[in-house]
Structures are given as structure tokens and as C-alpha cells.
């Protein structure tokens, strides 16, 4: 709980390794997680070599972390070795498709949950980066991911240099719903995110690139920030499009 309640993503890493027990310990923390029927499809890729990570580097948008972390975790569904052991014992392959995909998503993240929590409880910091699915197509070339196997999420890890303030949460009540789900009214959508407004615009604004980015834009709140600066229409599509042609390369019928 210490460690679920003191998260904050970690970006500044200091120069020590991980050692080799305490990432045995996380990874088998990652393979007790949950997985649907017990198939366990997905595949986890620890990169540590400086040349792999500069590799790296572009596509998840030059974020320094990728280069500074000792370590990068990348989660991948991964049907790809079920689906060879089916072939070697004469069972038919039923898991090249979108469902199997998702399944295969849920595996993946569910085990880097589990990895991120015990990483933490050992006193390291992560990034999770969305990068990971944006970028799904290109990681997976240079991790030289096989058919069936597609990059969904991943971190960087190491020991913290930095020590980030916590970031704010919507209120419980507008995250739970008891029996069914209870459709909020306009005002109560307002009142949840209130301190959301307040916090955040105020972290964008000490952030001298994004105020820049800000002003020039001529955004008015923290909901023009999502929408119009970081996840916008045009640049969702794009990596919707990488996602599809990733799938595709891998043999993944959409």
C-alpha cells in the first residue's frame, strides 16, 4: 500500500544498475500476475544495451528517460509462442485474430502493473509510455518482435533522481459506481474535475515549454490542453493507422 499510495512517475534516473537479483524478483512479480485462461500471452523485453536504446530513442518521441533509465520494460501480447506450441501439437490456431489480440493486450498489462508495483516496493522509480502503442510498429521492428508479437505498453526503470510531487486524483465517487453505473449530471462532471482545473493548468503553466505552447495556442483551460495540444484528433488517427498496420505486419487479422 506504502507503495501504491507514494506513485509518482519518474523521469531523472541516477547512473546505478539495477541489480540482476532484485529484476528476477520484479519479472517473477510480473509472471504471478493474472492472465486469462492461464495462457500467459504476452512476452516482457528488458533492454539495458546503449545502442538498443538509442534505437529507441525516436520512437518514443526523444523522451530523455529512454536514454538516462538503466533499464526500459517492454510488455508485448504475445501469441506468438502459444501458437507454435499449438502448431507442435497438432491443435488448431485459433488465435490470430483482434479478440486474441486483446486478450493477449490485458495479459500484457496486467503483468506490468505487477512488475511497476514491485519495482517500486524495491525503492525504483518508472515512466510508463504511451509511446509504446503509438509507436507499436516501430518498437516492434527494432525489438525485432516476430509475428504475433506487438508492443502495448512499457516503462523505464531505475533508481530515482528525482523525487516528483504526487499528482492529484478525480475523487472516489467519480470513479466507482455501486450496482450500475450512475450517469453524472453536467454539474457533478464539473465538480469531479474541479481540483483537476485548478492543479493541473497550474503544472502546465510552471512548465516554461508548455506555457509557451500555451500562449501561443491560445488554449483557456486544462480541457483545450488535452485536446487541442497533447491528444488531438489529427495525431490520434495517425497512430491508429500505426496500430492497424502493426497488427497487420503481424499477422493479427482486423
Known amino acids: 500500500m506504502d507503495a501504491i499510495n507514494s506513485h509518482s512517475s519518474i523521469r531523472s534516473y541516477k547512473k546505478d544498475l539495477v ?9 517473477h512479480a510480473a509472471s504471478r500476475a493474472s492472465s486469462s485462461g492461464n495462457m500467459q500471452a504476452y512476452s516482457v523485453i528488458v533492454t539495458s544495451e546503449q545502442k538498443i536504446k538509442e534505437d529507441l530513442f525516436d520512437s518514443h518521441f526523444r523522451q530523455s528517460m529512454v536514454l538516462e533509465a538503466p533499464l526500459l520494460l517492454t510488455f508485448c501480447a504475445d501469441f506468438h509462442r502459444m501458437r507454435r506450441w499449438l502448431k507442435l501439437r497438432g491443435a488448431p490456431d485459433n488465435f490470430d485474430n483482434f479478440m486474441s489480440f ?6 500484457a498489462i496486467l503483468a506490468s502493473q505487477n512488475a511497476a508495483l514491485a519495482a517500486e516496493a524495491e525503492g525504483l522509480g518508472i515512466c510508463y509510455m504511451g509511446t509504446t502503442l503509438a509507436n507499436c510498429d516501430d518498437i516492434a521492428k527494432v525489438l525485432n ?6 508492443p502495448v505498453v512499457g516503462f523505464s526503470m531505475g533508481y530515482p533522481n528525482e523525487k516528483p510531487e504526487l499528482r492529484d486524483r478525480l475523487p472516489l465517487e467519480h470513479l466507482v459506481h455501486r450496482e450500475r453505473y450512475e450517469n453524472k449530471t453536467d454539474l457533478q462532471i464539473l465538480q469531479a474535475y474541479q481540483n483537476r482545473e485548478i492543479e493541473g493548468w497550474k503544472r502546465y503553466l510552471s512548465n516554461p515549454q508548455l506555457r509557451r505552447r500555451i500562449e501561443e495556442s491560445g488554449v483557456e483551460n486544462l480541457a483545450q490542453v488535452y485536446t487541442k495540444l497533447k491528444y488531438t484528433r489529427e495525431s490520434h488517427e495517425v497512430y491508429s493507422d500505426t496500430i492497424r498496420r502493426c497488427l497487420q505486419r503481424q499477422g493479427i487479422q482486423i
Request: proline share 10%; aromatic share 0%; charged share 20%.
Open 145 to 150: 518482435c516476430p509475428e504475433g508479437v506487438v
Open 19 to 27: 541489480p540482476e537479483g532484485m529484476l528476477q524478483r520484479i519479472l
Open 102 to 107: 486483446m486478450i493477449a493486450s490485458i495479459d
